[in-house]
Nanobody, 125 residues
Framework: VQLQASGGGLVQPGGSLRLSCTAS????????IGWFRQAPGKEREAVSC????????YIPDFVKGRFTISRGKEKNTIDLQMNNLRPEDTAVYYC???????????????????WGQGTLVTVSS
């Protein structure tokens, strides 16, 4: 199982970024997959998860309405669209999955088994 995240960068407050996660070693037709982030000095938190067997998503309240998770245009990719970004969204963003977990809600609330490398998102003027 390999996960490759990309798309991070520097963006001004109120701006948008689209992150992409490319999965290999498994197919996105059963396990849940999600995006998590960790800001300096803070614990890692889930920001969006997708059940790949039924496309049900789970979005925590603190990013609901701003972040959207979806299948990417390329095969075996999952995107995270982030709009109206705030300085507090600054963090390293990771995509993660667990082959034994199909529920987006459960993946976001448990600890995924497989993690990709992170991509840094910096929101600053």
């Amino acid at each position: 199982v390999q996960l490759q995240a990309s798309g991070g960068g520097l963006v001004q407050p109120g701006g948008s970024l689209r992150l992409s996660c490319t999965a290999s070693g498994f197919t996105l037709n059963r396990p849940a997959i999600g995006w998590f982030r960790q800001a300096p000095g803070k614990e890692r938190e889930a920001v969006s998860c997708l059940s790949t067997n039924n496309d049900i998503t789970y979005i925590p309240d603190f990013v609901k309405g701003r972040f959207t998770i979806s299948r990417g245009k390329e095969k075996n990719t999952i995107d995270l669209q982030m709009n109206n970004l705030r300085p507090e969204d600054t963090a390293v963003y990771y995509c993660a999955t667990d082959l034994g977990q199909a529920s987006s809600y459960d993946l976001c609330h448990s600890g995924p088994a497989n993690w990709g490398q992170g991509t840094l998102v910096t929101v600053s003027s």
